[in-house]
């Protein structure tokens, strides 16, 4: 690769100019120069070493983005629809602003640590943080960090975190059930921490402000490792007959019960009524579409990069960043007289 140095010997010119040029500072370059060069670097094919410079300025232009998948839950991470949307929203915000994404996913916070250690990346994004996680890896990366959906950030003051009020969301969702009818309302999900337990916590606030009690029996788990999931799909219809309702706790396994419900010849909304949250593609094509709680997950990634890029330039960001929520009330709800 041939050097601005090699470049301004064999046009006689100063390392400055041509370096004024390659940068697009050619207003201290008089036109018929700026051509001059211009020309020469299309001759040569000329790519400029971004290592190097960034070098100089004692930067990488890089962002880190280290998610966490639970090996009891995800084979793939990337094929969650939550998840794909995400990273397309934080990838395109620091692209747009001259920096490049580096993706790293594991399911051993230690790995995690142990490479995102090494990196040189200027800041970096945390996605599915659960415990002591965030705590362990800012033992290691002292540089600017945020967090997406991450619950436990005590002791992580200079941690800025994107998220929900998902317990909110939740009620607001459950309290809807209750309006049309709905006492027997179950709730689903693979666990109870983090973004999870906070939509838990969500669903059992609505219920006891109705006056319904809830019974550790309303809680629906789903085993979504592919081989376990059918055998708790099974399990689940079977105890389905027993509620009006099913408070999903996001989309993809709101779709994944309804498929299973109608290969079992129970109807939605008919025999059963099913919610989620997200509101992603699935529920909007799915027939009946989906009744759920609407996030915008591209703009929690966006908001996050932005976030990042905002410490970058030494500005101060707030330890909590919440999105707003709003209820999207389509075809899979039925009014109980």
């Not at 389905?240 to 909304?269: H, K, N, Q, W």
């Not at 509101?279 to 094509?285: A, T």
């Not at 970058?312 to 330890?319: E, R, S, V």
């Amino acid at each position: 690769m041939i050097t601005i140095k090699e470049i301004a010997k064999q046009l006689n010119m100063s390392t400055t100019t041509v370096s004024n040029v390659i940068h697009g500072k050619t207003g201290e370059v008089s036109e018929e120069t700026t051509k001059i060069v211009q020309d020469f670097l299309k001759k040569v094919d000329y790519v400029p070493n971004i290592n190097a410079r960034n070098l100089a300025q004692n930067e990488s232009k890089i962002i880190g983005l280290a998610l966490k998948a639970r090996a009891d839950k995800y084979e793939n991470l990337i094929m969650d629809p939550f998840v794909s949307v995400l990273i397309g929203g934080v990838e395109e915000t620091i692209r747009n602003a001259g920096y490049f994404m580096m993706l790293y996913i594991s399911s051993d916070t230690t790995e995690i640590m142990r490479h995102v250690s090494t990196w040189n990346v200027d800041g970096l994004i945390l996605f599915g943080m659960l415990n002591d996680d965030g705590i362990r890896v800012s033992e290691k990366y002292k540089k600017p960090i945020v967090c997406i959906d991450t619950y436990s950030i005590e002791g992580l003051k200079h941690f800025t975190n994107v998220g929900l009020d998902d317990e909110q969301g939740t009620y607001d969702m459950v309290t809807y059930l209750i309006s049309q009818g709905h006492k027997k309302i179950a709730f689903l999900s693979d666990n109870m921490n983090g973004v999870d337990l906070a939509r838990l916590n969500g669903y059992k606030k609505a219920l006891k402000d109705n006056n319904i009690k809830y019974s550790d029996s309303n809680f629906l788990k789903i085993r979504p490792k592919s081989d376990e999931l059918e055998y708790s799909l099974e399990e689940i219809c079977r105890r389905a007959r027993d509620f009006t309702a099913i408070m999903c706790v996001s989309d993809l396994y709101a779709i994944t019960l309804m498929a299973a419900l109608e290969d079992r010849g129970i109807s939605v909304p008919n025999d059963i009524s099913i919610v989620g949250f997200d509101d992603n593609m699935l529920g909007q094509l799915h027939r009946p579409a989906l009744t759920t709680v609407h996030q915008d997950v591209k703009e929690k990634g966006i908001v996050a990069a932005r976030t990042l890029l905002q410490q970058l330039n030494n500005q101060k960001t707030p330890n909590q960043i919440l999105l707003p929520t709003h209820l999207v009330i389509r075809d899979t709800v039925k009014k109980l007289t």
